[in-house]
């Protein structure tokens, strides 16, 4: 039997070629769950870590979303991190989008939006945690502002890995962002928000880096470390990177399942709504994607830098987001709303920008082979065929 026959006996192929088929029926089966079973929503939420009254880590998803990223810390090699933390077009790109323009993009689109041309779908006041009262398209018009200032640091690993970038570039643009948010995430909501005083949600951002990024990436390093000493690389290439790959994807349908059956009577109740805001978010998604991806072309940065600085643009550092509408606005506002969405549509957006990437990869030059992070044998077999076969 060929190794082909023999994944498609597997039904490895038949996973990836309808991935987004998948995540579709997890969504649903998500909504249908949370509608079900009323009593799951509140018990993932008695499962999270609280800071300030803002639920900041969702213990379930933070599971989930260990699985997500292990298999992708495993894979880096750090003399990659090093070369990448020496080239500084990405880097530059990447701060620039992130800090300079999608702040103000998402400002813009979200009044054009929001407080223009869906105004008047939009009705209603807006009780705020301090029992003042406003509009709620003001309310939701907030909730995109507080996600379009929150570069993701998490999820943006498993975006540029699958598009098969450089995991090397997206680690060190994660640990800047994460350094660059400490420093201007507070001015720039405070100048967006016309707040004097915004507050800065450390204990989400430093929770959230910890648990998402940090964590994976020492039990990453560490076992790859020994495996390559006790196996060899071959074993490690060969037999546990393919054991391993299909791991981050059936976490990342887990999450899936987990976020919706969270937030499925919000959406249920509120369907008009989710979608009034979902919308803006979406162009601002898309715009920052291709701004990025068009600017990396110009400065002929190889694909696997191009992809993960278009990827790192075009998501949100969603619990940063809510931890703030939160503390800002209240657990209930239409802020807290607003970032809510982002979750809902971010993975679904993320996904048809990874197949957009790999569809267009050919027009950037391909880099250094050398510098793959990917192995031939096992593993990398199972990227090709997602960038190949994902709904096609």
């Known amino acids: 039997m060929s190794s082909t026959d023999k994944k498609q006996a597997g039904g490895l192929n038949l996973f990836e070629k309808y991935l987004t088929v ?7 089966g998500g909504i249908a769950l949370g509608r079900v079973v009323p009593g799951i929503a509140p018990w993932l939420d ?84 301090d ?14 502002i507080l996600l379009g200032i929150a570069p993701c640091t998490a999820m943006v690993l498993l975006w540029g890995s699958l598009a098969k970038g450089n995991d090397g570039h997206t680690l060190v643009m994660v640990a800047i962002n994460s350094l660059a948010m400490l420093l201007l995430f507070g001015p720039l909501g405070g100048l967006l928000l016309g707040i004097s005083a915004i507050p800065i949600p450390w204990e989400a951002l430093l929770l959230s880096v910890g648990i998402y990024v940090a964590l994976p990436l020492a039990a990453g390093y560490v076992t790859r470390r020994w495996i390559l000493a006790v196996k ?32 499925g009577d919000v959406i249920l109740a509120n369907p008009l ?53 939160t503390m800002l606005f209240g657990l209930s506002s239409g802020a807290a709303l607003a970032t809510v969405v982002g979750v809902l549509i971010e993975v679904p957006v993320m996904l048809m920008l990874v197949r957009i990437c790999l569809r267009t990869r050919g027009k950037f030059p391909a880099g250094n082979p050398a510098d793959c992070s990917e192995p031939a044998p096992g593993c990398c077999s199972n990227w090709e065929d997602f960038s190949e076969n994902t709904v096609a």
């Open 131 to 144: 029992g003042s009262q406003t509009e709620l398209w003001r309310s939701y018009i907030a909730g995109c």
């Open 232 to 263: 060899g690389r071959d074993w490690f290439e060969a037999k546990f990177l393919h054991w391993l790959s299909p791991i981050s994807m059936t976490a990342l349908l887990a999450t899936l399942v987990l976020l919706f059956s969270l937030k």
């Open 22 to 28: 998948w995540v579709g029926l997890c969504i649903a």
């Open 46 to 129: 008695s499962c999270s870590i609280y800071a300030k009254g803002a639920p900041v880590v969702s213990i379930p998803i933070a599971i989930c979303l260990f699985f997500m990223m292990y298999p992708i810390m495993v894979k880096i090699d750090f003399a990659e991190v090093v070369r990448a933390g020496k080239t500084p077009k990405p880097v530059l790109l990447t701060l620039v989008v992130n800090w300079l323009i999608k702040p103000f993009t998402m400002a813009a689109i979200a009044w054009l939006f929001l407080g223009v041309l869906f105004r008047d779908f939009l009705p209603g006041m807006d009780t705020l945690k």
């Open 273 to 325: 709504t989710i979608l009034w805001i979902a919308i803006p978010l979406f162009i601002q998604t898309v715009l920052i994607f291709v701004v990025t991806y068009a600017i990396a072309r110009f400065l002929k940065l190889n694909y696997r830098d191009a992809a993960p600085s278009a990827m790192i643009g075009a998501s949100n550092h969603f619990e940063v987001a809510i931890a703030t509408a």
